[in-house]
């Protein structure tokens, strides 16, 4: 019952993201599987690509509603371990481990980049920086 919305910018074209491919794979893997996990139905899941807040980087933005997260939580989202709510998912017979955003953000330290979480409202934005291969326009 999850709606995907997925936008990412002309401006990124014929850009190319600094990291392996297999550590990309697991960056999107972890976040989207997280999505699928922990999404409210409520609002649709999106998914933004565009240039990112600093010069030769792109943001990879992954947005659901998340009701269970408050801000207090948000400075431990990418902590080893760390899970809002033992009752969270959405999958009854899964058991997460805790160490999906914990390895996303090893991911993207190792890369020179960055990962950050933000509530809008109800909705949780988590939100990867990554260097570009060569400086956008």
Known sequence: GLRFDIAISESLKDQEIAV??????????NLLSNMLRYASANGPCE????????????????INDAP????ACLPFLFDRFYRVSESRTRV??????????????????SSQGNVTASLNGQRLVIAVELPLTKPGP
């Open 92 to 109: 009854d017979h899964e058991h997460p481990s805790g160490l999906g955003l914990s390895i996303v953000k090893q991911i993207c330290i």
């Open 20 to 29: 392996s491919p297999n550590a990309l794979k697991q960056v999107v893997d």
């Open 68 to 71: 269970d997260v408050d801000d």
């Open 47 to 62: 998914i933004k690509v565009s240039p990112g807040k600093q010069a030769g980087f792109v943001e990879l933005a992954f």
